[in-house]
């Protein structure tokens, strides 16, 4: 059977876990023409159910059960989106276990889910990291313990000196966590797009997180804090957009592509693409220190569904990061190269490849090459 190559995206569906990112990343599929499925558990599926761009629905009783549904989505042409979701909620062996074809390239994951892995590869794209702590005692300014995964600041702890960790964190000697220094400074989140289709770089859009409490300690003036007990805490409780200084955004992108290069070196064998955000606190100095990085969308990309002011700059029609892994997956299809997007776990469908359907066109986008 042949299709014409503009109706090739309808024969697949895009789907997610039903929370974090989905309704941007299935509204993106919608707008370039994909089937789209939320995977839901019962407490939202009228939210998912009530959204016109949602085609269809599969309720499960927690996410932790969403490997279970890998027989039934691999009878489909189902693509997989992944975002924080999937590392919250699957363990790294569930996650990587799944066949059903999977957007970007789930070896990164090792590199993600560990601080110290994370910290070699982002050191070694020549990025400036906070200073670490390895024990209590060698603590000589004030530091962030801070846990691992993605838990949205969750249970993190401002430490002034040796003998507050001691009063204050010495419960957490059987978690893994780091000490680092705390940078003081304007948290920064950058949101790039990298196509291995066409090698080029995109920022896609920046957001600030709003943190509490400590986004409102500002609020209560200094000498009426005096004699209360406030400690800070970083739990995520929304995202604020941010415009950054033009003169720094050179150096953003080039942060974007030496992560992106560096990343070929580190992980077999394509490395990180697709969307992925750099978390930085820029200083006073304007100096970017690195605090982390996601290897998927992050969820500050919900505040640019409509595209962002730099998403413009490269689309006429508003372009969201969701969006944009849409018009990847669709442009892989229509040239034939649907592999060079997926992870090599993904299990295909027979005639999965457009070639076999129909005709294969050239893969436009913007940007610079990243290599
Ligand atoms: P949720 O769907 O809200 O349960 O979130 C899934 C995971 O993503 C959790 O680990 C959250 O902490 C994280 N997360 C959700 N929303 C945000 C956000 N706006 N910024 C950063 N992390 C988030
Ligand atoms: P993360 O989980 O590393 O993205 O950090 C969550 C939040 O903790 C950030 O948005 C910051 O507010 C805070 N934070 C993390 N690391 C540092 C650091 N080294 N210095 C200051 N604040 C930090």
């Known amino acids: 059977m042949r299709h014409k190559a503009g109706h090739v995206p309808s024969l697949y569906t895009i789907a997610t876990l039903g929370s974090h990112s989905a309704l941007q990343i299935l ?31 599969i309720v499960i009783p927690h996410y932790g059960d969403f490997p279970k549904l890998e027989k039934e989505l691999n009878k489909r042409k189902v693509i997989l989106v992944p975002h924080g979701s999937f590392v919250a909620y699957l363990s790294m062996e569930q996650h990587k276990r799944m066949t059903t074809p999977y957007f970007g390239n789930k070896a990164v994951l090792d590199w993600e889910a560990d601080r110290m892995r994370q910290r070699e590869w982002l050191t070694k794209a020549g990025l ?4 670490q702590f390895t024990k209590a005692s060698e ?4 530091v962030i313990v801070k846990l691992y995964g993605a838990l949205g600041g969750k249970g993190y702890l401002f430490v002034k000196n040796p003998e507050d960790f001691t009063a204050r964190a010495s419960h957490l000697v059987e978690q893994r966590y780091i000490m680092q220094e705390y940078v003081l400074g304007v948290p920064v ?6 196509s291995p289709l066409t090698g080029k770089l995109e ?14 300690l500002g609020r209560i003036p200094l000498a009426d804090q005096e004699g209360w007990d406030i400690s800070p805490s970083y739990v995520v409780i929304g995202n604020q957009p941010i415009s950054l200084r033009e003169s720094l955004l050179a150096e953003a992108f080039d942060m974007g592509e030496a992560v992106v290069r560096t990343s070929r070196q580190l992980c077999p064998d394509r490395g990180l693409f697709g969307a992925f955000c750099l978390e930085s606190i820029v200083t006073p ?8 990085i996601s290897a998927r969308i992050v969820a500050g990309t919900n505040l640019f569904i409509d595209g962002s002011p730099y998403s413009y700059l490269n689309y006429d029609e508003p372009m969201s990061t969701g969006r944009r892994i849409a018009r990847e997956l669709k442009n892989a299809l229509l040239s034939n190269s649907l592999d060079l997007v997926l992870d090599q776990s993904s299990r295909l469908p027979a005639d999965a490849s457009s070639g076999k359907n129909g005709e294969t066109v050239a893969v436009p986008g913007p940007g610079v090459p990243a290599n």
Do not use: C, Q, W
């Open 189 to 194: 989140y950058i949101h790039y797009f990298y």
């Open 203 to 216: 920022i896609m859009s920046m957001d600030r997180r709003y943190e509490s409490n400590v986004d409102s």
């Open 128 to 131: 400036k990291m906070p200073r």
């Open 27 to 57: 509204k993106g599929a919608k707008d370039e023409g994909f089937h789209t499925l939320a995977v839901v558990t019962p407490a939202n599926e009228r939210l998912y159910s009530s959204f016109a761009f949602v085609d269809e629905v």
């Open 285 to 292: 100095e304007s100096e970017f220190f690195l605090m982390e």
């Open 139 to 142: 603590i000589d300014r004030p």
